[in-house]
């Protein structure tokens, strides 16, 4: 069995590293084709990067580049149809919300190529998010349906998809984190910012801010910005900055104050290094939510809404929005140590890749 595995950002090469290990150990009966898009092309791209993660280099790149939503999204349809006409892949597995998710979803659906979806049924219920667009149309046209939590598996049933299709298999991002983990402490792989950082301050907190919602509209960025300085009069914070806030920092005039240090955006396991240790993570990304919980580190999320309820009904995730006296007070509960006490949901194991590849061979086997 051909499966093409897509990834268009970094997080999903984090993603499909697990699916990768746990497929090597039936290489008889499947071959796994990495499928890089080139949605999120940087020089940190590399061979390193590769190796960081524990996989080969893509098998093909489609190379579409930056754009709009609408070019991005044509350009890897065109690329990725050729190469599904030229391959036929008996599976076309896609992970998370990206641009990438949705484009080749569509292609494979048209091409009548079996979709499985990893990270299925998440719903932040915010139509004004490009990546709940692309959950919302990915899902209707999958096939298969690898969920994280349950209330995945609640809004999948609502949405019509057959019991059958749905399966709670925990989340691949955790089984990379904790493999990850192991490799950074087994085999001191820790090196860059992160150590020169942790050597200055025993106790820190982390920062990152990426979404267009917080960082695009100064009003929003100024705000968070004070509650950031504010923060950091009592703890001191690291920020490895995404190109995009830099560039409105300077846009806006934005001062973060001393105690806030910005940093250049880190590789895998440099970063892993830096907030695996922290008193606290603040942050609009969903994956740090996720993470932070599986490790059990504070996390206020900068955000109204999520799309990860189980992060914050079980986990260490507070939702503290933008505003400074509710990111300070939340923050304060943390430092005066009150922090909200959390665990580590059901499935969250570091197995959750083994139960996908089992599902996809028991599924093909059945088809067959």
Known sequence: MTLHLIAGARPNFMKIAPVLRAAAAHKDLLNCQIIHTGQHYDRSMSDVFFEELGIPTPDHHLGSGSGSHAEQTARIMVAYEKLCLQQRPDVVVVVGDVNSTLACSIVAKKLHIKVAHIEAGLRSRDREMPEEINRLVTDAISDLFFVTEPSGVEHLR?????ESAIHHVGHVMV????????????????????????????????????????????????????????????????????????????????????????????????????????????????????????????????????????????????????????????????????????????????HAAERIVRILLDSTNAAC
Request: aromatic share 6%; with cysteine.
């Open 158 to 162: 609502r949405e019509g998809h057959p």
């Open 175 to 350: 089984d990379n984190l904790i493999y990850q983990k192991h490799r950074l402490e087994a085999d001191g792989l820790a090196q860059g910012d992160s150590l020169a950082f942790k050597a200055t301050h025993p106790h820190y907190g982390v920062v990152t801010l990426h979404r267009p919602s917080n960082v695009d509209d100064a009003e929003t960025f100024r705000s968070v910005a004070g509650a950031l300085r504010s923060v950091s009069e009592r703890l001191p914070l690291a920020f490895p900055v995404h190109p995009r806030t830099r560039q409105n920092l300077d846009k806006f005039g934005i001062d973060l104050g001393p105690r806030v240090t910005l940093l250049e955006p880190m590789a895998y396991m440099d970063f892993l290094n830096l907030w695996k240790d922290a008193r606290m993570v603040l942050t609009d990304s969903g994956g740090l939510q996720e993470e932070t919980t599986a490790l059990g580190i504070p996390c206020l999320t900068l955000r109204n809404n999520t799309e990860r309820p189980i992060t914050i009904e079980q986990g260490t995730n507070v939702l503290v929005g933008t505003t400074p006296a509710r990111v300070e007070a939340a923050a304060r509960e943390v430092l005066d140590g009150r922090a909200k006490q959390g665990r580590r949901p059901e499935l969250w194991d570091g």
